[in-house]
């Protein structure tokens, strides 16, 4: 999956409170729940 977000609004940056930030968690938890093998 890629998240691509253009313009100023960041759903990585802690002020972002726009329609994404909850799509953009999800994403964010599964990747960092992932074992990546190279």
Do not use: D
Not at 1 to 12: A, I, Q, R, Y
Not at 18 to 25: D, I, P, R, S, T
């Amino acid at each position: 999956v890629v998240l691509h977000f253009c313009g100023k609004k960041k759903p990585w940056h802690k002020n972002y409170s726009g329609e994404f930030h909850a799509l953009y968690k999800h994403y964010e938890k599964r990747a960092l729940l992932t074992e990546w093998v190279i």
